[in-house]
């Protein structure tokens, strides 16, 4: 099962995942009429972590606080993608979920009264499409894969890394992309 | 949400605010943080629609934009449009002026004159027009030509301002890097036509480009506003004024000046005068007019007004609820501006076509009928007295003494008290010896990402500790003042020894009584062409180009696209100029290079990048010592 990964040395801050995901979740898909007619939310928030920044959002945990809080049994799993959604409709609104959320990942929506979260995209995944903020990311720091993919990704890179240490390859050049430049000249 | 590491001005009107639920620059930041990392790369291109592009900085997405635009490419024409609204900035704000003399001239304007024939005379001297047995009226017209050519003439020939300013030494390099430049419209003109979609993809063509817009700011803004500001309002002098949001008077009618350019604030003070009854008739204990940002730094040279506030602290002076009325004209005026001065009786008053704010009240302010405008405006003043008059205001009571106006003829006449005939020989002989170990020009901003580390009060007196000398302009000036670094009694706790006793020497010898502060205000930013003339005049002296000086400048917190092309400018003087936060060029190696290394073997001059006060004060220093070193002392 694919699930989202966040590689935080990524992070650009640009909110190119913020703006995916609130229009991906307005009825309108473009972004004109997201924003003209629908006043977006998004459920990705990106935030300053030091000089990093970091998407927020649902890990969809797999023994979710939030599914075992919910007294509506609004916040449910999706039975194909396992991702955890909230039933809009069953909401009452009481947040209970925000409050054992570890993440700060459920917000709540005045205008809907109902809390919001990520679905992961359930639509765009049951079209085999990546969520929207994968998709969106310019960087690859939000990525959408398997999770063996994903360690194995990183553990190549620890590898390579020991290998570039062990072969006299210096610190700097294992960390002088612009970002890292950027970070230790005060950039926020 | 614990206090912000503030001054206590500040503070304590942060918080008025916070309790008051009225928002600040500081609740924004907070939402905007973190900022994306493309722009602040500068590799974010929004130039054509086939975008916007970026690139990955991890190069492994995007490495070039859909034209096929690199990283070098996109972050060098991002610059070039930074330099060029900067540049424009500065040559309007030089037109201004030089359209307001010529309507002076023509008869046109009657509320100015020529208040400097001494500097209308040397001006015209140095422009080659012939003075003898002209009237002042027709040598200035001349003058007015000769400026309003720069602007218009078609032949390439350089600038007349650039020939009368630039030291000849540095003339002659910029000509053979191919970057002397004529028209200053043209210049921009250009900058925008090569920059836009399908035009120089060389990022090494657009740096010098880059330099080129630099000379431009320097000579058709810098120094043509300061020069024809100087024959119409006078040439600066030395006098002591009291600086900080402390200046507000409860029971005065208080009026904020805002901006940068001269011509609307000179008439406001003079009818501030004018108008002293009708304000006491109102109850008011007199009009007290004071300076926020760069008018600020031209009405205090000139006429001891105090200095109220730098940028930064725009919103905090109105969150005090004492301004009667705040005047704007142009550069650096935030919009919230508006909305603050709708919690109180202030009246915000936009003046210049071009700036209008949602919210301001507009009183169009014209050369023509400047007297009638500036009278409205004081008299709005009055009328907002009346109507805060008895209700609470919050005036901290922070106020500091400075010296301002250290004017270049201001210098070299108290030089000339120590040496008559050759009035550098002891500012000469006081570096070689080491007292002044070297000067920094330290200009700029006050930017609200750095301004709760103290950016420029710890480097400004990291550096004086080392004996080294600091000429100042813009907000950088206002928080100097605040910090007391415009104050003689800032000689005696911060300086070293050398510098403490050339600055005591200097003091006796122009009559103070106490000895000369160890950082120098030179005026608004514009006047950063007064520090130019100054550094021109000792490598003069010397016989050396300005690179080989023991001097360099800073622009320690940045903020405006004016102190990214006046920092150009200095780069291709040939000056070592210290930034922070770091422009935007990161995005780009060939940029990175080039500015902060290659161009050092064209002009001399490089950039320089650190957010550390101290560590920045230290890179300064080993700069000066290797300059130092060159010149063999």
């Known amino acids: ?188 | 949400m614990g206090e912000r590491n503030l001054d206590n001005a500040s503070r304590l009107l942060i918080k008025r605010a916070a309790l008051s639920g009225i928002e600040t620059g500081y609740d924004r930041l907070g939402k905007q943080v973190p900022q994306c990392a493309f722009g602040q790369l500068g590799s974010c291109c929004r130039i054509c629609y086939m975008g916007p592009c970026r690139i990955d900085p991890f190069g492994e997405g995007a490495t070039k934009g859909v034209c096929g635009a690199t990283a070098d490419t996109i972050v060098c024409r991002n610059l070039l449009r930074e330099e060029v609204g900067g540049a424009s900035s500065h040559v309007g704000h030089a037109r201004h002026v030089a359209l307001t003399l010529k309507k002076v001239l023509e008869g046109k304007a009657s509320g100015y004159g020529i208040a400097s024939r001494e500097k209308l005379l040397e001006v015209a001297q140095g422009l080659d027009i012939t003075v003898e047995g002209k009237s002042d009226r027709e040598i200035a017209l001349q003058v007015v030509d000769k400026a309003l050519e720069d602007l218009s003439r078609q032949d390439d020939a350089p600038l007349n301002w650039l020939k009368l300013r630039a030291p000849q030494k540095e003339q002659e390099m910029w000509k053979s890097l191919g970057i002397l430049v004529s028209n200053a419209h043209n210049e921009i003109e250009e900058a925008m036509h090569r920059s836009s979609m399908g035009n120089d993809a060389d990022p090494v063509n657009l740096l010098l480009a880059c330099l080129r817009m630099g000379l431009v700011d320097g000579y058709a803004g810098l120094h043509m506003a300061t020069d024809l500001q100087d024959i119409m309002f006078g040439v600066p002098k030395v006098k002591k004024i009291k600086a900080n949001i402390g200046v507000l008077e409860k029971n005065a009618v208080n009026i904020a000046v805002h901006g940068h350019n001269p011509l609307l604030s000179e008439k406001i003070l003079e009818w501030a005068g004018k108008l002293e009854k009708e304000a006491s008739n109102a109850g008011a204990k007199g009009i007290n007019v004071v300076g926020v940002c760069c008018t600020g730094n031209e009405l205090t040279m000139r006429h001891d007004v105090p200095m109220a506030a730098h940028n930064l602290q725009s919103e905090m002076v109105l969150l005090t609820g004492a301004v009667d009325a705040m005047v704007v004209d142009v550069q650096c005026i935030w919009p919230s501006l508006a909305k603050v001065a709708e919690c109180y009786a202030t009246t915000f008053i936009t003046t210049e076509p071009f700036v209008k704010i949602p919210g301001a009240v507009h009183v169009a302010f014209e050369p023509e009928s400047a007297d009638e405008e500036a009278k409205k405006i004081v008299s709005m003043a009055i009328d907002a007295f009346t109507a805060r008059k008895g209700k609470e205001v919050a005036i901290p009571e922070e106020k500091s003494s400075a010296f301002v106006g250290f004017s270049v003829e201001t210098i070299i006449e108290v030089l000339k008290k120590v040496n008559e005939a050759d009035p550098l020989k002891p500012v000469i002989d006081n570096i070689v010896n080491g007292n002044i170990y070297g000067a920094v020009g330290i200009a700029g901003c006050s930017n609200i990402k750095l301004r709760d580390t103290f950016m420029t009060e710890r480097m400004m007196e990291e550096l004086l500790r080392n004996n080294v000398l600091i000429v100042t302009t813009g907000c950088t000036a206002h928080i100097a003042a605040q910090a007391g670094l415009l104050d003689s009694a800032a000689t005696n706790d911060y300086c070293g020894e050398g510098l403490k006793a050339v600055l005591t020497a200097l003091g006796d010898a122009a009559g103070l009584g106490m000895p000369l502060p160890p950082v120098w205000h030179m005026g608004a930013c514009v006047d950063n062409s007064r520090i130019a003339t100054l550094l021109g005049a000792l490598a003069g002296r010397l016989g050396v180009k300005v690179s080989q000086l023991p001097v360099a400048g800073s622009a320690p917190e940045l903020v405006q696209e004016k102190a990214v092309v006046i920092g150009t400018w200095l780069l291709a003087l040939g000056l070592l100029v210290h930034i922070a936060p770091s422009p935007r060029i990161l995005g780009s190696p060939v940029a990175t290079k080039v500015l902060t290394k290659d161009i050092e073997k064209l002009t001399g001059g490089k950039a320089y990048v650190e957010v550390d006060p101290i560590k920045a004060a230290q890179g300064l220093m080993a700069h000066i010592a290797e300059k130092r070193k060159a010149l063999g002392i």
């Open chain 1, 1 to 188: 099962m694919k699930e989202l990964f966040i590689a935080i040395e990524r992070c650009t801050a640009c909110k190119s995942c913020e703006i995916a995901c609130a229009m991906e979740h307005s009825p309108f898909k473009n972004l004109s009429e997201a924003i003209a007619l629908s006043s977006p939310k998004r459920m990705v928030h990106v935030e300053k972590a030091r000089s990093y920044a970091y998407p927020v959002m649902c890990m969809h945990c797999t023994h979710a606080k939030c599914i075992a809080s919910c007294p509506t049994g609004a916040m449910r799993r999706d039975s194909e993608t396992y991702a955890v959604f909230v039933d809009e409709g069953s909401c009452n609104g009481c947040k209970v979920c925000t409050m054992v959320c570890p993440f700060g990942a459920v917000t709540f929506d005045m205008r809907k009264r109902a809390v919001v979260k990520c679905d992961r995209c359930r639509s765009r995944s049951k079209e085999g499409k990546a969520p929207a903020c994968a998709e969106a990311c310019p960087t690859g720091a939000i990525t959408f894969g398997e999770p063996d993919e994903f360690s194995k990704t990183k553990r190549q890179i620890t590898a390579e890394h020991i290998a570039d240490a062990v072969g006299g390859a210096s610190v700097e050049t294992l960390n002088s992309n612009p970002l890292d430049i950027l970070r230790k000249t005060g950039g926020r």
